[in-house]
């Protein structure tokens, strides 16, 4: 049986739950307001789905609770900051709101990031530049649970991508969407409801496609977007490697297999491009 809870109070519950494991209760609300439009969108696998792992996160040392977002490096329209593996959100706020400022003063702001953690939904950044009349883009490398075009296991991060642009009363338009044929979270939806997931989505440690979600996480993984080489998943996988250079090779970051593994942890590392 289903029940309709308003929103300010699943805000709350989230706030809470990060505040009893230390979190800077700024850093809460935070994620709260990240988490709860993403369900709110109806992006299920990133919302209170991902609850558990932030807390877990924090309670294992691998996300820090308190300190604030610092930047290494700046020079007119750029900047390199570091996260300080604090909260995702509390560290995309920190640069979307850097890369606005810079696209006010030099007509392009670009931001990227190092040191980061899992930051929910792509375009809950890449919307904020749509508040000052702005393009924005918003992108991550994540851990390979991928298998690219040709290979059996997986190297690559279903490494999601969003631009935003603004439209005339409000009809803006809103790009969200990772390279991978689906989210991970949606494999793990089915995983916990024991049901098979529809055939294009994963493949099993023989680099076989497979609908049973078990075998896509044990030893095998994702398809890009466009599945197989002969529907165009090769254009899924050049999209993923894009995001890699631009999260990790310029931000001096690691990508690719030099990620964790993924099921649970995950290390982001993030650019942001907005553009006035």
């Known amino acids: ?64 609770p308190q300190g604030e977002p610092s930047i290494e490096k700046e020079a007119g329209a750029t900047a390199l900051v570091n996260g300080n593996n604090l909260l995702g959100p509390v560290v995309g706020n920190f640069c979307m709101e850097l890369a606005i400022k810079k696209a006010k003063e030099h007509g392009i702001g670009w931001v990227v990031c190092k040191g980061s953690t899992h930051f929910g939904i792509a375009g809950w950044y890449s919307a904020q530049a749509l508040q000052h009349g702005m393009i924005g883009m918003s992108m991550t490398n994540t851990s390979p649970v991928v298998v690219p075009t040709r290979a059996s296991q997986s190297s690559i991060g279903t490494n999601p991508l969003s631009v935003a642009a603004p439209g005339k009363a409000g009809d803006s338009f809103l790009l969200d969407m990772a390279t991978s044929g689906v989210a991970l979270g949606k494999v793990e939806m089915c995983h916990r409801k024991e049901t098979e997931i529809p055939q294009g989505w994963g493949v099993n440690s023989k680099g076989l496609e497979t609908v049973d979600p078990k075998e896509v996480f044990e030893g095998g993984g994702l398809l890009p977007l466009g599945g197989k080489e002969i529907t165009g998943g090769y254009k899924g996988y050049g999209l993923a490697m894009m995001v890699d250079v631009f999260c990790g090779i310029l931000s001096g970051s690691t990508f690719g297999t030099n990620i964790n593994d993924g099921r649970g942890k995950t290390k982001d590392w993030l650019t942001w491009v907005t553009v006035s």
């Open 1 to 64: 049986m289903y029940k309709c809870v308003a929103v300010a109070e699943v805000q709350s519950f989230v706030e809470r739950c990060m505040r009893a494991v230390g979190t800077d209760p700024q850093h809460s609300t935070a994620l709260s307001q990240v988490l709860t439009e993403a369900d709110f969108r109806g992006h299920f696998t990133h919302g209170l789905n991902r609850l558990e792992v932030y807390v877990r996160d924090i309670k294992n040392g691998v996300t820090q």
